[in-house]
C-alpha cells in the first residue's frame, strides 16, 4: 500500500470512537460471567455513566460517560470507577493508549505454583484409588494433606466468593467453595463419628471419608484457571505483536549530533536516525535518504514500498535498506500504530449482541445452580441413601457447574478473529460488525478509488492526421507543457513520458489557465514562435470554435463510453495564426487488478454484487460488465448513495436484504453508515478519515479482496462462537443432570469443569491458523 495510504489514516487528536467519552480499566479478580455483570451493575451506578462493557477474556472494562469530563474531573471521576469496581470485591487500575494489554511475562510460580502444590498434596490421596484401596492412608494423614490444599490454596475461592455475596450476587468461586467444604466437612464429620463410634467392628476398619474429592477438585480448578489464563493470553497476541513494534529507544538528530534517547521523550518536529534493518519508531516524513520499508505488520502489503524525501513513515515499519532521517509528525497516542492498536482493543472490549443474552443467562446461572444442588442433596436423602452421599451428589452439581467457559465462550472467538483479520489489514472496529457481516447477502461498491486505482492514467492518445507529429512527437509536447503541474492529469502524462523514458523539451512562459489548462512556448528551435495548450473540451471550442469533430467521432464515442476524460492538443502558429487540434488524449481510472477476483469471491460466497457510481451509465456499466458486476446503479450524486442503500435493503417482494457498502472517500460515509456493514477501504488520495469513523470494518490497504475476506473471517468467527457455546452449555446440560442422578462423582466433576475451560477458547484459538 502506498505511504500516503497508510497516513491518510492518521488519526487526529482525540481520534477513535472511545477517545473522548470513555475510560478503560483494567479489572482483577474476576473468575466467571457472573463477574462480569456484577462488575458491569457496580460502575453502571456510577453517576454520569452511560454505559459499562466488561471483557471476561480481556479483563478489561470500557465505561462510557454521558458528559465527556473535563480534564480537571477526569482524575476524580476515574477514581469514583475505581471505587466502585473495589466495593464490588475486585480490583482494577486505569488503563491508557500505550498499556492497553497486561505484559505478556508472569511470574512462572505464580501461575503454576498452586497448581504444583496441590498436585502434590492431592496425588498421594488419588493414587490409592487407582488399586482399589480406599483405606490406604489412615484419616489423620489425609486430614493433613487435604487441609492445607482447602483453606490456603483454596483461599482465594472463599475470599472472592464472600466478596460475591456481599454484594448480592452469585459466581464460579462459590460453587467451587461451597461443594469442596461440603466434602471437607463431610469427612471430617465422618471422621468424627467414627472415632467416637461404640461400634466394636470400628475399630479394624477406616471411615469412608471425601478428602481426596475436596483437594482433587480445588487442584483441578485451579489447573483448569492457569490453563485458561495462558490460553487468555494467547488470545491477546495480536495486540502485543502491535505493541512490540514501538522500539524502547531511538537515534535523535540534535545540535550536538546523534544521540539515543528514549522514545517516549521524543517530540513532534524532532528529527530522527533510521538505520536499516531498524523499525521506524513513529510517524513522519522523509526528509534525506531513499529506500523501501516494510509495512506489512500493519497493513498486510506484502511488498516493500518504496521511500524518498517529501514520503511519509508509519511508525512500526521496518526500514530494510537504507539510512534515513525523518521529521516526526506525530507521536504516542496520536500515531497511526497506536490508533490501529485502539482500533483492535475497541473491538475486543465491545459486547456482542450474542454475549448480551449469555450474560443474561449468567446473571441467573449460579442461584440456578444452588437451588438444583439442594434438590438434588433433598432427593437422594428422600430416597434412602443416606445423607453422605446425598451430599456427595450436590458437591458434583457445585462442580461441574461453573460458568467460566460461558463467559469465555463468545470474547474469546471474537478476540481471535479480530486478532487474525488485524493481521492482515482487517480492522473490525466493533463486534456487532463481525457478527452481522457473515449474514451478509449485497455488496455495493463505490467505484473510483474502491473497485479502481482512484487516479487518472494516461490510457490512449490520436494524433491528427497532417500535423508533421508522430505519437511520441505529441506526448513530448504534452509532458513539457505539464512539467511542474500537480494537477492528477498532469501527472498522468508526465508518469506515461518516464514509462517510455522520453525526454522533454523545456517550454517558456507556462500558464495555467483555471479551469480549462495549461499553454506555453517552445523555447527555440524552429518551432520557436509557435505556442501549445492542453485542455479541456469547453477550451477547444472556445479556442476552435469553427473546427469540425466528425473525423474524431467514433474514438470520442468510445472514449465516453468507458468513461474517460478527453484533453485536446493544440498549436497556434505564429500570430495571428488559427489555433489548430494536434492530438487528443483519454484519461481512464484503471481498474484494480484484484477487482475482478474479489468480485468473482463474493459470488463464490453466495452474495449478490452492486456498484454505486456517479459515472454516466454506459461508462458505469462498462465497468460493471468487465467485472462481473450483477448490478450497476449509476448516475447518483453522492449525497444519494445512502438512499440506494436502504433501498437495497427493502430487497425484492419485502424481503430484506443484508448489505454491506464499500467505500474509500468523504462523499462515502452516509452511505457507509447507512449500510448493515460499513466496510471503509484505505485511499492513496487521502481524506478517509470521514468513512473510517463511519465504518465498522477497515480495510487498511487498496484490495478488493480483503472485503470477501472481511466476510469469511466473520463466518468462521461466527461458527466458533456457536461452537463455543454449544461447548459451554452442553457441559452444563449434560454434566448438571448426570451428577444429579449419580453419574458424576466430584473429581470428574471438576476435571470436566476444567476442560470445559479449555476447550472453549482453545476452540477459539483455531481461529488464528487463518489465512486471508
Keep these: 500500500m502506498p505511504a500516503s495510504e497508510v497516513s491518510s489514516l492518521a488519526p487526529s487528536a482525540g481520534a477513535g470512537p472511545a477517545a473522548d467519552h470513555a475510560v478503560q480499566l483494567a ?33 478489561m472494562a470500557t465505561v462510557q460517560w454521558a458528559v465527556p469530563p473535563d480534564e480537571s474531573h477526569a482524575t476524580a471521576q476515574a477514581d469514583t470507577l475505581l471505587a466502585a469496581i473495589e466495593r464490588a470485591g475486585y480490583h482494577a487500575q486505569v488503563q491508557h493508549a500505550d498499556d492497553t494489554v497486561v ?42 494433606l487435604a487441609t492445607p490444599v482447602q483453606f490456603l490454596l483454596g483461599a482465594r475461592f472463599y475470599k472472592a466468593g464472600w466478596a460475591a455475596l456481599k454484594a448480592g450476587s452469585g459466581n464460579m468461586d462459590q460453587l467451587v467453595a461451597l461443594g469442596t467444604s461440603a466434602a471437607w466437612g463431610l469427612s471430617m464429620w465422618l471422621w468424627w463419628r467414627h472415632s467416637h463410634s461404640t461400634d466394636p467392628h470400628a475399630a479394624h476398619s477406616a471411615p469412608e471419608l471425601y478428602f481426596e474429592s475436596a483437594a482433587v477438585v480445588i487442584t483441578l480448578v485451579l489447573l483448569g484457571k492457569a490453563l485458561e489464563a495462558r490460553a487468555k493470553r494467547q488470545t491477546t497476541a495480536a495486540i502485543r505483536a502491535l505493541q512490540s513494534l514501538r522500539p524502547d529507544t531511538v537515534h535523535r538528530q540534535g545540535p550536538q549530533g546523534e544521540v539515543e534517547v528514549p522514545l517516549k521523550q521524543v517530540l513532534v518536529d524532532d528529527v530522527l536516525i533510521v538505520r536499516p534493518g531498524e523499525r521506524i519508531p513513529t510517524d513522519g516524513v522523509v526528509i534525506e535518504g531513499s529506500g523501501h520499508v ?17 514520503d511519509p513513515l508509519t511508525g512500526g515499519a521496518i526500514n530494510t535498506e537504507a539510512r534515513l532521517l525523518m521529521r516526526v509528525t506525530a507521536v504516542g497516542g496520536q500515531t497511526m500504530l497506536a ?129 508533421g507529429l508522430d505519437r511520441t512527437q505529441a506526448l513530448q509536447v504534452a509532458a513539457a507543457l505539464q512539467t511542474g503541474s500537480e494537477h492528477p492529469l498532469a501527472r498522468a502524462v508526465l508518469d506515461e513520458a518516464a514509462r517510455q523514458g522520453l525526454s522533454l523539451p523545456a517550454m517558456h512562459d507556462l500558464q495555467a489557465v483555471a479551469g480549462r489548462g495549461i499553454q506555453g512556448v517552445l523555447p527555440s528551435g524552429a518551432d520557436a514562435s509557435q505556442t501549445w495548450a492542453l485542455g479541456s473540451t469547453r477550451w477547444m471550442s472556445e479556442l476552435c470554435p469553427d473546427t469540425s469533430l466528425s473525423p474524431w ?210 476452540n477459539a484459538l483455531l481461529l488464528s491458523r487463518w489465512r486471508a
Design 339 to 467: 490508533h490501529i492498536i485502539r482500533r483492535v482493543v475497541e473491538a475486543q472490549a465491545v459486547k456482542a449482541p450474542i454475549q448480551r443474552v449469555v450474560d443474561r443467562v449468567s446473571a441467573v446461572f449460579v442461584p440456578t445452580v444452588l437451588a438444583i444442588a439442594v434438590l438434588t442433596a433433598l432427593g437422594w436423602w428422600w430416597a434412602g441413601v443416606g445423607g453422605e452421599v446425598a451430599l456427595i451428589r450436590a458437591v458434583a452439581v457445585l462442580v461441574i457447574a461453573c460458568p467460566c467457559a460461558l463467559g469465555l465462550a463468545t470474547p474469546a472467538a471474537i478476540m481471535a478473529g479480530t486478532g487474525a483479520a488485524a493481521r492482515y489489514g482487517i480492522l473490525i472496529k466493533d463486534p456487532e460488525a463481525l457478527e452481522v457481516a457473515h449474514r451478509v447477502q449485497v455488496v455495493a461498491f463505490d467505484k473510483t478509488g474502491t473497485l479502481t486505482q482512484g487516479r487518472p492514467l494516461l490510457v490512449d492518445w490520436q494524433v491528427a492526421a497532417g500535423q
Design 553 to 762: 467521432s467514433d474514438k470520442l464515442d468510445a472514449w465516453h463510453a468507458q468513461g474517460h476524460t478527453v484533453s485536446w492538443l493544440l498549436r497556434q502558429g505564429p500570430a495571428p495564426a488559427a489555433w489548430q487540434v494536434i492530438a487528443l488524449m483519454a484519461f481512464g481510472d484503471e481498474l484494480k487488478p484484484e477487482a475482478a477476483a474479489a468480485v468473482k469471491r463474493l459470488h463464490e460466497l453466495g452474495v449478490r454484487t452492486v456498484m454505486i457510481s456517479g459515472d454516466n451509465r454506459s461508462a458505469a456499466e462498462h465497468i460493471g460488465h468487465q467485472l462481473g458486476i450483477q448490478q450497476v446503479i449509476a448516475e447518483v450524486l453522492p449525497g444519494d448513495k445512502a438512499d440506494h442503500i436502504q433501498r437495497l435493503q427493502q430487497g425484492q417482494g419485502g424481503a430484506r436484504q443484508v448489505v454491506a457498502m464499500v467505500g474509500d472517500g468523504i462523499n462515502d460515509a452516509p452511505a457507509l453508515a447507512a449500510a448493515d456493514v460499513g466496510m471503509a477501504m484505505a485511499n492513496p488520495q487521502g481524506g478517509a478519515d470521514v468513512a473510517l469513523n463511519a465504518a465498522g470494518i477497515t480495510l487498511m490497504r487498496g484490495d478488493p479482496t480483503l472485503v470477501p475476506a472481511a466476510l469469511d473471517i466473520s463466518r468462521r468467527t461466527s461458527a466458533k462462537i456457536w461452537q463455543n457455546l454449544a461447548w459451554a452449555f452442553g457441559y452444563n446440560i449434560i454434566g448438571i443432570p448426570l451428577a444429579a442422578f449419580g453419574g458424576l462423582n466430584p473429581m470428574l466433576a471438576g476435571a470436566a469443569m476444567a476442560l470445559s475451560s479449555v476447550s472453549v477458547v482453545s
Design 103 to 144: 505484559e505478556e511475562v508472569v511470574p512462572w510460580w505464580d501461575v503454576w505454583g498452586a497448581v504444583l502444590l496441590g498436585a502434590a498434596a492431592s496425588l498421594p490421596l488419588v493414587l490409592p484409588m487407582l488399586w482399589g484401596d480406599h483405606h490406604f492412608w489412615p484419616a489423620w494423614v489425609q486430614f493433613a
Design 27 to 59: 479489572v482483577r479478580g474476576m473468575t466467571c460471567a457472573a463477574c462480569v455483570t456484577r462488575v458491569e451493575r457496580a460502575l453502571s451506578k456510577v453517576p454520569g455513566v452511560a454505559k459499562a462493557q466488561v471483557n471476561f477474556a480481556t479483563e
Design 294 to 310: 516494510d509495512e506489512s505488520l500493519l497493513t498486510g502489503e506484502p511488498l516493500p514500498v518504496s521511500k524518498a524525501p517529501g
